[in-house]
């Protein structure tokens, strides 16, 4: 499993590697529908948070004391290092980006069986910080073609993020202050391929149903729930639909 979720997010890496590749200078500059960031604080980003993620594979010690630096700034922390990053010339960022992914692929690979990472929020898996990768590799990507007018072919690597974002369910009310659903619900999203790829027990009493792309972009807030092949039967199941987050940290006010 950790091999194929590494080779998932080796190949949605280097999708977006392809959309960025030939931009000139103009291009790196061109402003995304996230505030303040152009295509060269999208790269940035995730070149610093590749780094960060091979540091907490590599050496809890120096993970350590990152958690110690972003304490002294919770909410701006992250942000700070993809702005620093982002003013790398357009071609060693690249490469920077490039560099760095690629070393996190193949420490990931050499995590031990049963070893929990170190992260901002809980210890994790390496499986779990490869699916993490793919999900915010994925978001940042749409953002990056968003900007550039084009339209990314949906592929089965969805079905990882898809997953984050239903296992992330009681974690979105929790940080929303609203109570958990005490009962699962059915989520049924369709494939890319057509078929079908479900969570929960199929006579739950409230679902979610729709495009597993849809439900993507959903769970990392780059579309409204109204924009999106998404619907919902329940209360709970419908609250859901306007607060859910795959990703750590406080609620995000989302892209659309």
Do not use: N, Y
Request: aromatic share 8%; hydrophobic share 45%; glycine share 8%.
């Amino acid at each position: 499993m950790l091999t194929d979720l590494v080779a998932d997010l080796r190949a949605e890496s280097d999708a977006l590697d392809d959309l960025v590749a030939g931009l000139d200078d103009d291009g790196w500059r061109l402003e995304t529908l996230a505030p303040g960031w152009t295509i060269a604080h999208q790269i940035a980003h995730l070149w610093w948070t590749d780094g960060v993620s091979v540091v907490a594979v590599t050496d809890e010690r120096g993970f350590a004391e990152i958690l110690r630096e972003a304490a002294t700034d919770p909410s701006g922390f992250v942000d700070a290092g993809a702005e620093r990053l982002a003013t790398t010339s357009p071609a060693d960022l690249l490469a920077e980006w490039r560099s760095t992914r690629a070393r996190l692929h193949a420490e990931l690979l050499e995590v031990a069986d049963g070893r929990k990472l170190p992260w901002f929020g809980p210890p994790m898996s390496a499986s779990s910080m490869a699916t993490a990768r793919l999900m915010e590799t994925w978001a940042h990507g749409l953002d990056v073609a968003d900007a550039l007018g084009v339209t990314r072919p949906a592929t089965a690597r969805l079905r990882a993020i898809a997953h984050i974002g239903v296992r992330t369910r009681d974690f979105a009310f929790t940080v929303h202050g609203l109570p958990v659903p005490a009962e699962p619900f059915l989520v049924e999203l369709r494939a890319p391929d057509g078929d079908t790829w479900s969570w929960g027990p199929q006579d739950a009493a409230q679902r979610v149903t729709g495009s597993a792309e849809d439900f993507c972009m959903l769970v990392t807030q780059r579309r409204p729930a109204a924009q999106l092949d998404v619907t919902a039967v329940g209360a709970d199941a419908s609250r859901w639909l306007t607060i859910a987050q795959a990703f750590a940290g406080p609620p995000g006010a989302g892209r659309g």
